[in-house]
């Protein structure tokens, strides 16, 4: 066996992984170690069964590429072995095409993640490889990160100091968040999605309908702002600051999130003005998020300079939060947050409408209203349905990541389905022996009527 860079075990670099390949002939291992040099891993290789687990004994091993024939035991043995051993190792097998039945074996007793036949595509042997081990790496601290979270939501439901210090203990609160969620931004930079989800809930913990909101709301200012024509990088930021614009109602207390806007008196309102400042509290010491954290502490801004915190007026009060103040107030008008009554959209509409000019931006209302069948949100529902894989046809669009029995992502949301590709899904299915939950977007959605106005609600 031969070892390509530091691997014995606890001397690896803490974020290299390793990746040991098992083949008898030296000309394959030398050929696929060459191959995965220009990748960011460690290679270690052996020669037979017996040399790769004694290397599993005594190194951490992120992957096991195995030949499948060779002398004593095969590949498919020797990854149902790894299987047992160390469940956590991503296995692939490598196969010539005349060995199918072996390898359908290996499927069922080896558990293997992948198969990859002779000859391989370099690129594509990489490619597969980074994903399958970021993916790996990724599931496990989320699940940290999942933990951590929600044993500080636990603490925020047992403050009930008073109203001065529960605000005073509830901003310490979001610091330590804001800490939390550096750090994790740091270790976890190309999980910066899952990161964003997973604060947002923390803004929908104890709101019915808060994280669904949320999604929407995102969904709707990303829109906006490619409608207005902004950048790409402006439009990512907005769509994650809209993602969070609750993240400071985690500072208020239940009793004010149970009641409708319009029932809160001079006190009340007081409280609430705290929103947007604790939003940018939690994020002012996030690398990347400065512009996100800015356009929080705007979003209660009115385009009439009568909002709050810093009474800007008009094109003052940063694009990006006008947007949120449009999209937010929208789906709070559905959603019954200001009256406790739900308004239709066509009504939600008409109130930002109404509001245009005072409130909201008029270019951005107009805009709105244009294209509100993309913006449709009545009653907050997904557009997404789930099936079962036999019932779909090809040309159906995946809502949800499809993944693995072992978490692997093996589609993204959005992927188009083929015919092809419905069948290779087919025969994994029945190899694999488990069902895929399959979430697809719905078909034929009506649009929405963007003309005529219709009652106003109270104003708050």
Known sequence: M????????????????????????????????RSLGRIDVDVVTATSAG??????????VDLV???????????AELLRQVAERS?????????????????????????????????????????????????RLLEARNQRLQAELAAK??????????????????????KLNARLLEHAFSDLQKSYGHVLRLASSLGALREPGAAEAAESRARMAESLAEALGLGEQDIREIRDAALLSDLGNIGLPDALLSRPLVEYDGADMQEYAQV?????????????????????????ERFDGSGYPDHLVGAAIPAGARIIALVRDYTDLLRGRFTGESMTAQQARSELL?????????????IFCE?????????????????????????????????SEKGMILLRKGHVLTAELLQRLTHLQQWSGRDFDMVVEKQNRPDSDCEGLAETRAGS
Request: charged content about 30%.
């Open 51 to 60: 040399d790769a687990l004694y290397i599993l004994e005594n190194t951490d």
């Open 276 to 300: 947007p400042i604790l939003a940018e509290a939690a994020l002012m010491g996030i690398p990347g998020m400065r512009h996100s954290a800015a356009m929080l502490r705007s979003q209660f």
């Open 153 to 174: 939501s636990t603490q925020l439901e047992e403050l009930n100091a008073s109203l001065e210090k529960r605000v005073e203990d509830r901003t310490e609160e979001l």
């Open 87 to 135: 469940p956590n190792t991503l296995r692939f097998l490598l196969t010539g095409h005349s060995d199918m039945e072996s390898t359908i074996r290996a499927i069922n007793e080896g558990k293997i993640h992948q198969y990859l036949t002779k000859p391989w595509d370099d690129v594509k042997l990489r490619k597969l490889i980074e994903e399958s081990l970021h993916t």
């Open 65 to 75: 590429i195995s030949d499948m024939r060779m002398p004593g035991d095969d590949g």
């Open 354 to 366: 109404r509001q245009s000019n005072q409130r909201y931006d008029p270019v951005m209302v107009d």
């Open 2 to 33: 031969v070892f390509a860079g530091t691997t014995s075990q606890g001397q690896n670099q803490a974020n290299k992984p390793v990746v040991l390949i098992v083949d008898d002939e030296e000309n394959i291992l030398k050929a696929l170690t």
């Open 371 to 403: 294209a509100c069948s993309a913006f449709d949100t009545e009653d907050l529902a997904l557009n997404e349905e789930y099936a079962k894989l036999d019932e779909l046809e090809a040309g159906r669009v995946l809502a949800q990541d499809l993944y």
